[in-house]
């Protein structure tokens, strides 16, 4: 497959999930899994980029044709074959929803894939890639004879050994009858060659199916309409507490919990130092802040730490839809993209999600006093995140505020983390999270001073 990898160079870089901007590909193809519908070839590419000082596994699926498809113009021509990207061809769709509707395995060149199914998923009729992602690929599949009319099917670009908690956290919440996620219609797991394992080769998830629920609104746009507008939000903010107290309780019915022990407590102190690090040398906003920070994380390792759990890990407003029939919904829960994969499947802490939350509706008072004219959305930050607070206390009977110190703790370590990706990404916007980061240190300093 050296010919498919040398036609995959130019493309690749131009992709929105292509992680490596700026830095030469270096592309070689380890593995295919590979199959047939009709006249097209569908072929699973693992292509790994060595141009990287850290190498990126991503999955490239794409079907190779002799006629070509109207309005889809090919990535190139590979062995008197049109090439097309895979996801936006018709017949790839079609092949990945009957893989896990009849969780059959496919099998090719040093690798295969295996389907599994919840639910019933119909026959593919129609399907359409869903534009604007940056780290993903989503297919929006209309479908007959399934349990729903549409799914979205949503392609790993970036590849990891180990499960992806995306799918195996909200298939356990599908499983568990909860109405607070788009329902899971299956996944499909593959096995590749990884020359630095043990064993030899690495397994994990490529894709996950769910039912499409269209015309939803995300709960950011919602908020910020809101606060723009002088709209009192703490009702729906109470709900969305209540909304996230119920995923954290099925989560913890349905997956392995864990007692915070010494072992943990310092495990998860030592990754909030190690991110500390990053943001004073990079962050030089934050370096004023640095030794109390510090001394805060110290005084919570005496705490008495909530049970680890399965959480969502990156629970923002972005990542929840508000949908009339079932209220709101949580989306996406991949995790924390500066965490590595296999951490994101750990037990951890519920207060992780609340401190999430917590931070978006500071984002959205942080972004309005940025527009034109600015909005002073402050004080309706400030009643926001108290009734989600509420909401969630009302719903779980943990009353999070009981040692604030640990959750101010974990908001701390959020707004440092968001000083990290503002510095890289957003240099003017890193005001948000050292105006949070003053505010909490300087409440947390005279709780425990």
């Avoid at 690798?111 to 399907?127: D, K, N, P, T, Y």
């Avoid at 805060?296 to 759990?309: F, G, N, R």
């Avoid at 802490?349 to 609340?354: C, N």
């Amino acid at each position: 497959m050296s010919n498919v990898a040398s036609a995959l160079s130019e493309w690749m870089p131009l992709q929105r999930w292509y992680s490596a901007k700026g830095v030469t590909p270096k592309l070689r193809v380890i593995a295919t899994v590979d199959s047939q519908f009709d006249d097209a070839h569908i072929a699973i590419a693992f292509v790994i980029d060595e141009g990287p000082e850290k190498p990126v596994l991503y999955q490239v699926p794409v079907t190779l044709r002799v006629a070509p498809l109207p309005h889809l113009e090919p990535i190139a021509t590979v062995g008197g074959l049109l090439m097309y990207d895979g996801p936006h061809d018709p017949a790839f769709a079609q092949v990945l929803i009957e893989t896990l509707a009849a969780e059959a395995k496919l099998d090719g060149d040093n690798a295969s894939a295996q389907g599994s199914r919840l639910s019933e998923s119909g026959r593919v009729v129609a399907s359409r890639v869903l534009e604007g992602e940056q780290s993903n690929t989503s297919i929006i599949c209309e479908v007959e004879g399934g349990n729903a009319p549409t799914l979205i099917a949503k392609i790993f670009r970036v590849l990891h050994h180990g499960e992806n908690p995306d799918v195996s956290t909200q298939a356990a919440l599908t499983a568990n009858g909860s109405t607070r996620v788009p329902r899971t219609v299956g996944s499909v797991m593959a096995t590749w060659p990884d020359p630095g394992r043990a064993a030899g080769t690495a397994t994990g998830h490529l894709a996950i199916v769910q039912e499409f629920l269209p015309g939803l609104e995300d709960a950011w746009r919602l908020a910020l309409a809101a606060a723009a507008a002088g709209e009192d939000f703490a009702e729906r903010a109470f709900d969305l507490g209540v909304a996230t107290a119920e995923v954290h309780a099925t989560l913890a019915g349905a997956l392995p919990t864990l007692e915070a022990g010494p072992a943990e407590v310092a495990a998860a102190t030592a990754t909030m130092r190690r991110r500390l690090d990053i943001a004073a040398s990079e962050v030089s906003s934050i370096a004023p802040f640095y030794d109390r920070i510090l001394a805060l994380y110290s005084s919570i390792e005496s705490l008495a730490w909530p049970t680890l759990q399965r959480i969502h890990g990156d629970l923002h407003l972005g990542q929840v839809l508000s949908s009339n029939g079932r209220d709101w919904l949580l989306l996406d829960f991949e995790g924390e993209p500066l965490r590595p994969m296999f951490e994101r499947s750990r037990p951890d802490v519920p207060l992780r999600d609340i401190a999430g939350m917590l931070r978006s509706f500071d984002y959205v008072a942080g972004s309005l006093e940025r527009s034109v004219p600015p909005v002073d959305a402050r004080e309706w930050a400030h009643r926001a995140r108290a009734a989600f607070v509420d909401g969630y206390v009302a719903t779980s009977g943990v009353d999070v505020r009981a040692d604030r110190a640990l959750l101010d703790a974990f908001e701390i370590d959020k707004a440092v983390y968001e000083s990290i990706y503002e510095v890289r990404n957003r240099p003017d916007w890193v005001e948000i999270p050292r105006v949070a980061i003053e505010r909490l240190i300087a409440r947390s300093t005279d709780a425990i001073g």
